[in-house]
């Protein structure tokens, strides 16, 4: 199948065809959501430093995962929408925020969660738990801004600015922990180094991250077809849809 950009670019057909992938996305996420749970919950071992403790890792690490990916993501549409001028792109970037901060917040707390019998407290100002913190202000602060301004291009202009901006911060929390001496272990896979787990801790954390990332396309496809049905409300397409689910 060949589809280009422009088989997107149409509010009216990614309305339809992310209607059609919406079901799917939510099935796979289901799916490997529950196996990932059983496997890290119920099939892996035991840490041999943290015991059952250390479990947290199989939600916190995906969430941080999205977090960061999630926004770099947001960054790519909003500046696509603002240099082409293409509103699917910008509205696309404005439903990516909502799930991003959600995965920043659940990151920030399953890290205190895990950081408590680790640490001893509930937060540190280490580099890597602030510069997360400072993602979630900047996803609060995308969010309050788009929000803020009626005329959806200027919106889109000025949710685009800063988050081109905010994406400076993604790197600093990736490499955080080997800029700066921080409590925050290091990274437990690598990109040219061996996972520093045992296959059943990898296979549960792997799921799951599948499973976030399913779940983030069928929540962002739902909030891009309202806002789509929001910004087009006056157009034939809107009105004959309406008149189609009246009916």
Do not use: C
Request: aromatic residues 16%; charged residues 10%.
């Amino acid at each position: 199948m060949n589809l280009r950009w422009s088989t997107f670019a149409a509010p009216s057909r990614f309305y339809a065809l992310a209607g059609r992938f919406i079901p799917w996305f939510w099935g796979v996420a289901l799916v490997l959501g529950i196996a990932g749970l059983v496997v890290g919950f119920a099939i892996a071992p035991a840490d041999f430093q943290q015991g059952d403790a250390y479990r947290i890792i199989f939600i916190h690490v995906p969430a941080a995962w999205m977090s960061m990916l999630i926004y770099l993501v947001l960054a790519f549409w909003a500046a696509w929408g603002w240099m082409l001028n293409a509103r699917l792109a910008s509205m696309y970037a404005r439903a990516l925020a909502p799930t991003g901060a959600m995965f920043t917040f659940v990151a920030l707390w399953t890290g205190s969660l895990w950081g408590k019998p680790t640490w001893g407290t509930w937060w540190v100002w280490d580099a890597r738990l602030t510069s997360e913190f400072i993602l979630l202000l900047l996803y609060l602060g995308y969010i309050a801004l788009t929000e803020a301004i009626d005329d959806s291009r200027r919106s889109a202009h000025a949710g685009a600015l800063l988050a081109l901006v905010g994406a400076v911060n993604v790197p600093v929390i990736y490499f955080s922990v080997v800029w700066w001496n921080t409590l925050h272990q290091g990274a437990t896979i690598g990109m040219g180094s061996a996972p520093k787990m045992v296959a059943t801790m990898l296979t549960s954390m792997l799921l799951l991250t599948f499973s976030f990332w399913a779940y983030s396309f069928a929540v962002v496809f739902t909030r891009t077809r309202a806002i789509v049905l929001e910004e087009e409300a006056d157009t034939e397409w809107v009105r004959a849809l309406a008149a189609g689910t009246e009916g």
